[in-house]
């Protein structure tokens, strides 16, 4: 079974970037498509972005598209989120996901059955 941890998040004033890593362990990444959800203070859990096992197929919520990229190193068993021209509304946990399901859309959490612990990120000056 698939053991996901997020790393890379942090601190970062607006405007600035961050590239946040989902690493996995107990079996390879090859297979799963990979999510990245984003739950913001008290706010539910949102789907940011998906990519497909292969890395062809990828998916981004409207507010992402232009400022997020997602990226994946099956040979390194790792996954990536780039995002870049932080703002503050992308304060929160961001957390990524795996699942064998063929699709990125929907990018929905109750499709993923295995989570990591999430990374905080916070935008501030």
């Known amino acids: 079974q698939v053991q996901l941890e997020e790393s890379g998040g942090g601190l970062v004033q607006p405007g600035g970037s961050l590239r946040l890593s989902c690493t996995a362990s107990g079996s390879t990444l090859g297979g799963y498509t990979i999510g990245w959800f984003h739950q913001a203070p008290g706010k539910e859990r949102e789907g940011v972005s998906c990519i497909g096992e292969t890395g062809r197929g990828t998916y981004y919520r409207d507010s992402a598209r232009g400022r997020f990229t997602v990226s994946r190193d099956n040979a390194k068993n790792t996954a990536y989120l780039e995002i870049n021209n932080a703002k503050p509304e992308d304060t929160g946990v961001f957390y990524c996901?795996?699942?064998?399901?063929?699709?990125?859309?929907?990018?929905?959490?109750?499709?993923?059955?295995?989570w990591g612990q999430g990374t905080q990120v916070t935008v501030s000056s």
């Open positions: 996901a795996a699942d064998t399901i063929a699709i990125v859309t929907p990018c929905k959490p109750y499709l993923f059955d295995h």
